[in-house]
C-alpha cells in the first residue's frame, strides 16, 4: 500500500493533463524532496519500485547517481543537465556538495530522491574522507543536523521501513507571482535576462564592454551568455571564450546553437583540438561570418599580439581560476565578460567576489542574475539546501548578517581599538558547542574570507575532531572568527620517523607534516600543534587590530594548555607575510608551486612556545637564509648541514623528491665551482673542534661536492636557481647528455650521488 501510495505521490503532476497537443504540459508545482531510508533490502525494493513506476510514462527523464560517481571532477558531469527526477543515493558516501549538484539537475515538477540508511545507524556509522591520523568520527553532527532539518521540512516527503508520510501535493502549487516564464519576449526567459543582454550589448556597441555577471546557479547565466554570443557572431565579430575546462562551456555553446535560426547560420564553433588538413581545406572554403573560440586560460590568445584578432573575451566561471589569471585577462584585452557563479556546489563565489572587485576598472558593469530559471521562484528544495548547507544569501547583507544586526555593526566602525577589543569576548571550544546562529555567521564569514569555500569544506569543519573555533563576539554578534587544527603529539609518534624520511604521508596534520619534512627531525612530529587553518574578521571591522587580538587570545589560552607551537600555513603576500611575522610567528617555508585557486603560493609560519620548538624554528629559519646566502657551505651552521645530508640520503634512497633538495643542490653546485679540484685540508679543519661532524657528516658534504665537480655538467644544471625544466633541458643538451624527463633526471641524479653514502 504504501509504494502505491508513493508511487501516486511522485508521478502526480505528470498524471493531470499528461497530453496536450501531442506533448507534455508543464504542471505548476514546485519541486519536491523525498528520503527513503532503511536497510538496504528495504532501499533496493523501493528504487525497483520506483524505476518500475517511472518507466510507465516514456517522457520521464530519469538520472540515478551515486556518490563514488560523483567524486572529484567526475562532479562536473551533471553540469548542464536536466531531468525530472533524480536519484542520489548517499549509503556508500555522503557529500552536501553531491546533494546540491544533482539537486540543480531538477526541473520544475520534478523530484529529488535521497537514499539513505536508516538514520539513528546513519549518524554514528558515516564514513568520510577527511579523518586526521590518529581520530575517529563517532557521531556526525553534521549529518545529525542535516537530517534535523530533513524531518523539520514541511515539504520533504519521507519513506521509512515504519512509516510513510509524503505532504500533500497542493502544498506544492506555484503562486501566481513565482511564474516566471510568461514573459511576452520569447527570445528571453525573464525580464532580468533580457535587460542584462540589452546592458551587455549596449556596452559593447561603445567599445566599453568590461562586465561582470553572477549569479547563483539555475538562473540562466549560460543561456544569456549563449544569446550574447550569437548576436556578436551574427554581426561577424570574433570572440574569445575561456573557462577552466572546455566542458565547463558545453552548457554554453549548447544554449548557443539553440539560438534561433542557429541551424543556417554559417559559424563554426571552434574548441581547442586539431582539425585535420581535410577539415582545414574545408573551413577556409566557407569561411565562416563571425566565430567563436575556446581556449585554455593559459593560451598565449588571451595574452599575446594575435588577441588584436579577437573582439572581446568571455571568462567562464571565473570563480574556478586563479586571481592573477583574471586580473592578467583583463591587462591584455580592452574588452571582456566576466561570468561566475555565486552559491554553487562547486563553491561559494562570494569569497571571489569579495577579493575580485577591489580590482576591478571603476565603469565595469556587475550584473546580478536573481530570477530562477530550471525551476520556480521560492522553490523549496532550493531554499531547504541553501539554508541547510548554509549558501544562504535571501535576507542577508553581503557579511551573511541580518538587517537588525546593521546598526550594531555600524556603531561598532565607530569605536576606536582599544574601545571595540575592550567590548569583545573570547571563546574556543568545538562545534558541538556552537549554536545555530553562531554557526550561521562563523560560516558567512569564512566563506567571505577565503577564495573559495565548498558546503563540504562546512561537514569537514563541524565533523573534524581534530577541529576548534574561535570567536570574537559582541553580544551574540561574531566579528572575527578563526579555525583551529590540533596537530602532531602522540598522533603521530608511530609515524614520525616515515614523515622526517619523507616515506610516510598519514592523512591531516598538514602543518606538523611539513615542519618535520622541513627540519628532517622525526621529534617535530611528536611536538603538540594548534594550526590556524583560516581566519576571518568582519570586512567593516577589518584593519582594526581584531586580527591581531584574536591571535594573542589563541595564544595565550595555546600557553594555558601546554601547546608546543602554533602553526600557519596561508597563501602568501606581502601584506599577510608582514600580519604573521608583526604577531611573533617566524615564516621557516614558502612552498614552490602556486595554490590552483588563489594562484598564491603556501608560506609555513611558526610560533615557539617551548624550547624544543624554539630551536626547531632556529634551525629551519637558518635552513632557509642558507639558501640565499652567499657563505660557503664551511661556514654554515652545523645544524643546516645536517639537514642537508639527512635530506640528500632521503633522495637517494628514493623518499625525496628532486624538487624537495633542489636547493641543496643548488648549493652543492656553488661550492663545487667556489673550491679548487682537491678539497684542502683547510676546510675540512674548519670543524675540527666537532669530531662527529668531521667524521661524518662533512665527509659526506665533500664526497658529494667531489661528486658533483666530477659530473662537471652537474655545476651547471644544478646552478639553475629554480626546477625550470626547459633550462635543465637546455644544459643537458649543451652537455650532451639525455635523459627521459624529469623521472629520468630524477633517477640519474639519484645514481650519481648515492655513493657519497655507501
Not at 26 to 32: A, G, K, N, Q, Y
Not at 99 to 119: D, H, N, Q, T, Y
Not at 311 to 336: G, K, T
Not at 687 to 702: G, I, Q
Request: some cysteine; charged content about 20%; overall charge neutral.
Amino acid at each position: 500500500m504504501a509504494l502505491i501510495q508513493l508511487r501516486e505521490w511522485l508521478l502526480a503532476p505528470y498524471r493531470e493533463d499528461s497530453c496536450k497537443n501531442g506533448s507534455q504540459a508543464t504542471p505548476l508545482l514546485h519541486r519536491r524532496m523525498l528520503v527513503i531510508s532503511g536497510g538496504n533490502d528495504f532501499c533496493e525494493a523501493a528504487i525497483s519500485s520506483l524505476k518500475s513506476s517511472t518507466d510507465e510514462l516514456s517522457s520521464l527523464s530519469i538520472s540515478n547517481l551515486t556518490g563514488n560517481a560523483l567524486k572529484g571532477k567526475m562532479r562536473k558531469q551533471v553540469l548542464g543537465v536536466e531531468c525530472d527526477i533524480a536519484l542520489l543515493d548517499c549509503r556508500v558516501s555522503f557529500k552536501p556538495g553531491d546533494i546540491m549538484a544533482v539537486a540543480g539537475i531538477v526541473k520544475r515538477s520534478g523530484c529529488l530522491i535521497l537514499i539513505c540508511p536508516e538514520f539513528n545507524a546513519w549518524v554514528d556509522n558515516i564514513a568520510v574522507p577527511f579523518l586526521s591520523e590518529g581520530f575517529t568520527l563517532n557521531h556526525s553532527r553534521y549529518l545529525s543536523r542535516f537530517i534535523e532539518n530533513l524531518r523539520k521540512n514541511p515539504y520533504v516527503g519521507f519513506h521509512t521501513e515504519t512509516e510513510t508520510v509524503l505532504p500533500n501535493v497542493s502544498i506544492y502549487s506555484v503562486e501566481q507571482g513565482s511564474i516566471h516564464n510568461e514573459h511576452a519576449n520569447t527570445r528571453f526567459r525573464s525580464v532580468e535576462q533580457e535587460d542584462a543582454y540589452y546592458q551587455l550589448h549596449q556596452a559593447y556597441m561603445r567599445n566599453h564592454l568590461n562586465a561582470l555577471i553572477t549569479a547563483p546557479r539555475g538562473r540562466g547565466k549560460s543561456s544569456l551568455l549563449g544569446l550574447f554570443i550569437d548576436s556578436l557572431v551574427k554581426e561577424g565579430k570574433h570572440i574569445l571564450l575561456t573557462s577552466e575546462r572546455s566542458e565547463n562551456v558545453t552548457n554554453v555553446l549548447s544554449r548557443f546553437a539553440e539560438s534561433e535560426e542557429a541551424d543556417n547560420l554559417n559559424v563554426k564553433l571552434y574548441t581547442s583540438q586539431v582539425a585535420s588538413m581535410e577539415t582545414q581545406r574545408a573551413e577556409q572554403q566557407t569561411a565562416p561570418k563571425g566565430l567563436v573560440k575556446w581556449v585554455p586560460p593559459d593560451s598565449e590568445l588571451l595574452f599575446g599580439k594575435e588577441n588584436t584578432k579577437y573582439d572581446l573575451v568571455i571568462v567562464d566561471e571565473a570563480a574556478s581560476m586563479p586571481l592573477p589569471v583574471i586580473n592578467r585577462i583583463m591587462a591584455y584585452n580592452p574588452q571582456w565578460v566576466l561570468s561566475t557563479t555565486l552559491l554553487g556546489y562547486e563553491g561559494s563565489g562570494r569569497g571571489f567576489i569579495h577579493k575580485l572587485i577591489p580590482n576591478l576598472p571603476n565603469e565595469t558593469l556587475h550584473l546580478t542574475l536573481t530570477t530562477p530559471l530550471r525551476w520556480f521562484e521560492n522553490d523549496p528544495v532550493e531554499a531547504f539546501l541553501n539554508n541547510t548547507c548554509l549558501f544562504e544569501n535571501d535576507c542577508m547583507n553581503d557579511a551573511g548578517w541580518n538587517v537588525n544586526s546593521q546598526n550594531s555593526i555600524a556603531f561598532l566602525t565607530s569605536l576606536n581599538t582599544s574601545e571595540l577589543i575592550t567590548a569583545c569576548e573570547f571563546d574556543i571550544c568545538s562545534f558541538e558547542n556552537v549554536d545555530e546562529n553562531m554557526l550561521r555567521q562563523i560560516m558567512s564569514l569564512l566563506s567571505l574570507a577565503h577564495y573559495q569555500t565548498t558546503p563540504d569544506d562546512f561537514m569537514r569543519l563541524m565533523d573534524s575532531p581534530d577541529v576548534l573555533v574561535v570567536t570574537f563576539k559582541v553580544k551574540d554578534l561574531v566579528l572575527a572568527t578563526a579555525i583551529i587544527n590540533i596537530e602532531g603529539g602522540d598522533c603521530l609518534s608511530d609515524v614520525a620517523l616515515g614523515i622526517a624520511e619523507g616515506k610516510r604521508r598519514p592523512k591531516g596534520h598538514l602543518g606538523a607534516q611539513r615542519l618535520t619534512l622541513l627540519s628532517a627531525d622525526f621529534n617535530a612530529a611528536t611536538q603538540s600543534y594548534w594550526r590556524i587553518n583560516r581566519i576571518a574578521v568582519h570586512p567593516k571591522l577589518q584593519d582594526k587590530g581584531i586580527g591581531s587580538q584574536l591571535i594573542k587570545k589563541i595564544v595565550k589560552k595555546a600557553r594555558k594548555r601546554t601547546i608546543d607551537a602554533i602553526l600557519t600555513s596561508y597563501g602568501t603576500t606581502n601584506k599577510l607575510d608582514g600580519f604573521w611575522s608583526n604577531n611573533g610567528f617566524y615564516i621557516v617555508d614558502y612552498g614552490r608551486k602556486p595554490n590552483k585557486a588563489s594562484g598564491e603560493t603556501s608560506a609555513l609560519a611558526v610560533l615557539p612556545l617551548n624550547v624544543y620548538t624554539d630551536e626547531l624554528v632556529e634551525k629551519v629559519v637558518a635552513l632557509k637564509a642558507s639558501f640565499i646566502s652567499a657563505l660557503s657551505l664551511h661556514e654554515l651552521p652545523i645544524s643546516v648541514l645536517e639537514i642537508y645530508i639527512s635530506k640528500l640520503n632521503h633522495f637517494t634512497q628514493g623518499t625525496r623528491t628532486l624538487d624537495e633538495i633542489w636547493p641543496i643542490l643548488n648549493k652543492l653546485a656553488s661550492e663545487a665551482k667556489r673550491r679548487p679540484k682537491a678539497i684542502s685540508d683547510r676546510h675540512e679543519n674548519k670543524r675540527s673542534n666537532d669530531a662527529e661532524l668531521l667524521n661524518t657528516d662533512l665527509y659526506v658534504l665533500n664526497k658529494l661536492i667531489k661528486i658533483v665537480d666530477t659530473n662537471s655538467y652537474l655545476i651547471s644544471l644544478c646552478d639553475v636557481s629554480d626546477m625550470n625544466m626547459a633550462l635543465i633541458k637546455e644544459v643537458l643538451e649543451d652537455n650532451g647528455v639525455k635523459v627521459n624527463g624529469l623521472k629520468g633526471l630524477t633517477a640519474a641524479i639519484r645514481a650519481i650521488l648515492r655513493p657519497a653514502f655507501e
